[in-house]
């Protein structure tokens, strides 16, 4: 079994920062990509950004330069540093990693259960 759990979500006025953490854990031979997702209520789950297994950096444009991923490949955590939050920014947020399982095996995503982020205006 392989778990991702989020945590540092919380209520924060704009302008403020927050540092999401996500850990996975179980049977894991290695990590591929990791990234952040976020889903407002009503709307689709959209990309926030996303980290190779060597670094290399993926963001959205309403992020960028405000927010930043960073992982511990030894640790298995992703983290997505938020500043300047904006209420707009408002989301359930959910990590992603593309996990192998075992050397014999494809790997595949899984997802975290979410931790939710509000920002007040």
């Known amino acids: 079994q392989v778990q991702l759990v989020e945590s540092g979500g919380g209520v924060v006025q704009a302008g403020g920062s927050l540092r999401l953490s996500c850990a996975a854990s179980?049977?894991?031979?290695?990590?591929?990509?990791m990234g952040w997702y976020r889903q407002a209520p009503g709307k689709q789950r959209d990309l926030v950004a996303t980290i190779s297994s060597d670094g290399r950096t993926n963001y959205a444009d309403s992020v960028k330069g405000r927010f930043t991923i960073s992982r511990d490949n030894a640790k298995n955590m992703v983290y997505l540093q938020m500043n300047s939050l904006k209420p707009e920014d408002t989301a359930g947020y959910y990590c992603k990693a593309n996990i192998r399982r075992r050397t014999w095996t494809n790997a595949r995503d899984y997802w975290g259960e979410g931790t939710l982020v509000t920002v007040s205006s």
């Open positions: 179980g049977s894991i031979f290695n990590i591929n990509d």
